[in-house]
């Protein structure tokens, strides 16, 4: 139910926070800038062919590559068992566009910090 559901995204934040804290400087600044590039991309060009597959790619590459350059094979798994819930979800409901249009903005704002990070050193 709604409850359930709210958990769900509740734990996947605080679990996503920590990973994204901990991938800070770890993540190549190349596949950061591809991706980075892919969504300013999509963003820019919302009636390109299979746009709401090439934004469930890269959302999917964001939160796997945060995940698995985090330095906790544990974590990371926790990450990918909710994403896969959250997948599930959203194959039930349907995502549409405008939530995916919405996930890809927030993740330009997050990929900025960690591309600035990762030319730090």
């Avoid at 991309?41 to 999917?60: E, H, P, Y």
């Avoid at 927030?106 to 030319?119: A, R, T």
Wanted: charged content about 25%.
């Amino acid at each position: 139910g709604p409850m359930q559901l709210q958990d769900i995204y509740h734990l996947r934040r605080v679990l996503e926070t920590e990973s994204t804290r901990c991938a800070c400087c770890r993540i190549p600044a190349e596949t950061l800038a591809a991706l980075k590039q892919e969504i300013t991309d999509l963003l820019g060009n919302r009636r390109a062919v299979n746009w709401s597959d090439r934004a469930m790619k890269s959302d999917r590459e964001l939160h796997e590559l945060i995940a698995n350059h985090c330095g906790s094979q544990r974590l990371a798994e926790e990450i990918m068992r909710y994403n896969t819930l959250i997948q599930c979800i959203r194959d039930v409901v349907g995502n549409q566009s405008a939530a995916q249009h919405c996930a890809l903005t927030e993740h330009l704002e997050i990929i900025q910090p960690l591309v600035q990070n990762s030319s730090i050193f």
